[in-house]
Every structure is written in structure tokens, then in C-alpha cells.
């Protein structure tokens, strides 16, 4: 099997049919469609008992409620492909994306992720589209990842290899769980490519429009807190320590950390000398930030598109 089209749901039943749809419509026809219901109390089992009665590619497993992270990882663990593909179940790929990706990890061996660029479109209406606007990195990410996800997790093939050499998806995790996986990927040695096409479309609810940015923010502080203990044991520690502890600074402003000081203060007996400037500079981004709108750009964004409409 070369693709498993990992598709976990939790009361979503009415968009789920979208998802699964754009999976049937790929122009390549070697994969398989792994539904994990979440322990829904919708009727997403009657939904998808159609499709099941369809199409032998389709597999349905209910479960105990894990959240998303451990809805994926029993996806991982039911699957056979090469190369996985993680869609949400209110989202839908495009028919080219598993053609055009699992062909660039064939002919790119030394590459483990690919990803290429999405679209979001507004609740019901798909033709209602506008930019996922995130930056590009490629090769050895780490350096870049450090400072937040420019994956959408739809947008990436992933050889399933790699995810299950560092452990799947943390399913401790409610939060951030694809940027972690991404983070000690990247740690491992992983390579990332990106395509420069349009391969998958996010839908934009309302509900998704306001975010908790100070969860969010607490949560990618956790996340690299957690990750600490494998850096310190990698080979690239060294390399790699200035960049972490200055991303973590950033994330602990944000968050407000009561261990901002304690961290950086870490950080500069880790890293020395060479350290210290951005240790300044960060104690002066704390000194101003209660004086600055602490908003994430994006979803700024998201906010102002939706209030047009």
C-alpha cells in the first residue's frame, strides 16, 4: 500500500463526508482511508456506513475518546502505507496531492517531509477562499521550526517510518500535537521539502476564529519545555541551544511564564558568552510587552475575513 489517509473525527459528521469525498476524487488510486471515530455521539457510524459498503479501501475504527493525537496515532497504528497523510475531518485535499507528493518522496529519498501549500475557505462555502499565508523552510527546518508551525498538518505526507521511529504523536498532547511531532522529527535528522502548489483546503469555522492565545501560548511553552530533555541528548545540542532557548524566551514572554527568568537564566549558563545579547534583548521584549497587543497574526487575520462576511 503506498498512501493510509488518516482521517480522525469527533462529532463532526457533517463535514466528514466532504473529506472522505475529496479522498475517492485523487487521481491516484493505490491507498487507503483509515476513519477513526473519537467516540462521537453524533451519527457519524451512520454516515460513514455507506462508504463502508462502497469501498474496500475504507476502514472504520470507533474508539474510547483519546483526542486528536491519540485518534491519529491508532490510525498510524491500523495502517499500511509507505506514506501517511493526516486530514482532519472537517477538511478536504485536493485530487492531485497524493500523486504529486507520494511521486516527490519516490524520487526524493533523502527527503521524510513533504508539504505544500493550503487555502482556506470559509465554513460552507468552498468557492469562499482566501490565503493560508505561512513561510517557507525546507531542508534541515529545526532552526525555523524552533519558532512555531508553518506546517498545516493536512499539507504534509510523511513516511511512516520516520513518525513511527520517534513515537507517533504524544498523545498526552491536546494542543499542538503535529508541531511536536514535527520538532522531534526535525531533532532526529528528518529533512522537509515543500511543494509549491496548492494541495489541500482548510475550512474556517467560527467557532475556530477566536483562539485562546494565552492556552495556545502556554501550550507551545510545554511543548518545548518537554522537548528539552532530547536536545540535551542529541549531537546537536550544541548547535542547536541558542536558537531553543531564544524561541523559548519568545513563547514565555507571550505566555507570561512565572519561570521566564529561571529558563533564561538556563539558557545562559548553557550557551555562554554568546547568549547574552539575545538574553538582553529578551529581558527588554518582557520590560515593553504588557504595553503591546498580544495577538497572533494569523488569527488577526482569520478574524478580519470573517467579520467581512
Known amino acids: 500500500m503506498k498512501n493510509s489517509i488518516i ?18 476524487k485523487s487521481t491516484m488510486s493505490e491507498y487507503e482511508i483509515i476513519i477513526i471515530d473519537d467516540e462521537s455521539t453524533d451519527n457519524t457510524k451512520e454516515i460513514v456506513i455507506p462508504y463502508l459498503e462502497k469501498y474496500s479501501s475504507i476502514k472504520y475504527i470507533y474508539q474510547k475518546n483519546k483526542g486528536l493525537a491519540g485518534a491519529r ?19 478536504i485535499i485536493l485530487p492531485d496531492k497524493l500523486q504529486i507528493q507520494s511521486a516527490y518522496l519516490d524520487s526524493h529519498p533523502e527527503i521524510d517531509v513533504c508539504y505544500s501549500k493550503s487555502i482556506n475557505f470559509i465554513e460552507n462555502d468552498i468557492q469562499n477562499t482566501f490565503p493560508a ?3 517557507v523552510f525546507e531542508g534541515d527546518v529545526l532552526q525555523n521550526l524552533w519558532f512555531g508551525n508553518f506546517l498545516h498538518v493536512n499539507s504534509v ?30 531533532l532526529s ?6 511543494i509549491p502548489e496548492t494541495l489541500s483546503m482548510v475550512r474556517v469555522r467560527k467557532t475556530s476564529m477566536t483562539v485562546n492565545q ?12 518537554n522537548i528539552y530533555t532530547l536536545l540535551q541528548k542529541s549531537a546537536i545540542y550544541n548547535e542547536q541551544k541558542k536558537n531553543y532557548f531564544y524561541a523559548l524566551g519568545l513563547f514565555m514572554i507571550k505566555a507570561k511564564s512565572a519561570n521566564f527568568f529561571m529558563e533564561m537564566n ?28 498580544n495577538q497572533n497574526t494569523t488569527t488577526k487575520k482569520l478574524e478580519e475575513i470573517w467579520n467581512e462576511h
Not at 157 to 184: Q, S
Not at 189 to 194: L, P
Not at 277 to 286: A, E, F, G
Open 189 to 194: 535528522g528528518s529533512r522537509f521539502a515543500h
Open 214 to 225: 494565552a492556552k495556545m501560548d502556554n501550550a507551545m511553552v510545554k511543548a518545548l519545555v
Open 157 to 186: 505526507m510523511v513516511r511512516r517510518e520516520k513518525v513511527n521511529a520517534v513515537g507517533n504523536f504524544n498523545p498526552t498532547y491536546r494542543e499542538l500535537e503535529d508541531w511536536d511531532l514535527w520538532l522531534r522529527m526535525a
Open 73 to 91: 496515532n491508532t490510525g498510524i497504528e491500523n495502517s499500511s502505507g509507505e506514506y501517511l497523510v493526516f486530514l482532519d475531518s472537517d477538511d
Open 133 to 135: 499565508e505561512f513561510p
Open 7 to 24: 482521517i480522525p473525527t469527533f462529532n463532526t459528521a457533517h463535514y466528514l463526508p466532504d473529506a472522505i469525498d475529496s479522498v475517492l
Open 266 to 293: 538556563k539558557g545562559l549558563s548553557s550557551t555562554g558568552i554568546s547568549f547574552f545579547s539575545v538574553y538582553l534583548k529578551l529581558i527588554l521584549k518582557k520590560a515593553v510587552n504588557p504595553f503591546l497587543k
